[in-house]
């Protein structure tokens, strides 16, 4: 168990539909990381919060959006999906801006129909 | 950009057998070098890491040595198990990059007794 946790772990909806995914970092890390994961893309990096603000951005897609609230606590926002966005999408934390190690959540299972 | 190519797989050993998995990396800064491993069902977990050239990055009987002369960092055992079937990542973290973190394909280990 890393300390990372994601909810819904499933989760199943409609193309055109929205859909929010939540990540809470390790006690204590600062950082939060959001990956994107498919069979034809591999793995992405998305997105990084470093206490509360954005830090870095990957391949994420502009009809994807993310935040870190006060209590470090992360959610990506995932709208007008299309089926091609179904994946799994992993949080990740870190304790710090420029520390390498990263925690990752067991991620979420997006299917969109 | 920095990019990280490592075999594809997926690679099929017999128990006791010896392992290499291939990675080498392309970078324009300083990066650090990690092989991470995913089990079926979980999110990736880091198995070693190595942040500057000839460190060698070792855990359970993983060994990866980061070799700036090749931009390699290939991972080995001497003798796998069953329970080492996988899926093991390379990734490099650059500083000079906002800690831009990238990670190669994948590579399926799978493991017979």
């Known amino acids: 168990d890393s300390g990372v946790t994601q909810t819904p772990k499933h989760l199943i909806t409609a193309t055109g539909q929205r859909v929010t995914l939540r990540c809470s970092p390790r006690s204590g890390d600062l950082s939060v990381y959001w990956y994107q994961q498919s069979l034809d893309q591999g793995l992405q990096f998305l997105i990084q919060?470093?206490?509360?603000?954005?830090?870095a951005k990957g391949n994420i897609l502009e009809r994807f959006s993310a935040q870190q609230f006060p209590d470090l606590h992360s959610e990506l926002n995932l709208s007008s999906l299309e089926l091609g966005d179904s994946a799994l999408y992993f949080c990740?934390?870190?304790?710090?801006?420029?520390?390498?190690?990263?925690?990752f959540g067991p991620g979420t299972r997006l299917t969109v129909t | 950009g920095n990019s990280v190519t490592q075999m594809e797989g997926p690679v099929t050993l017999s128990e006791e057998a010896f392992l290499t998995i291939n990675c080498t990396y392309t970078?324009?800064?300083?990066?650090?070098l990690f092989w991470y491993v995913q089990y079926p069902g979980e999110g990736l977990q880091l198995l070693l890491k190595a942040t500057k050239a000839d460190d060698k990055g070792s855990n359970k009987g993983f060994e990866a040595t980061y070799r700036k002369e090749t931009t390699s960092f290939h991972l080995e055992k001497g003798s796998v198990q069953v329970s080492d079937s996988a899926v093991y990542f390379c990734?490099?973290?650059?500083?000079?990059?906002?800690?831009?973190?990238?990670f190669g394909a994948g590579t399926r280990l799978t493991v017979k007794p």
């Open positions: 919060y470093y206490n509360g603000e954005e830090r």
């Open positions: 990740a934390s870190s304790v710090a801006l420029s520390t390498y190690e990263q925690y």
């Open positions: 990734a490099l973290s650059d500083r000079g990059n906002n800690n831009d973190m990238r």
């Open positions: 970078a324009t800064g300083y990066p650090s």
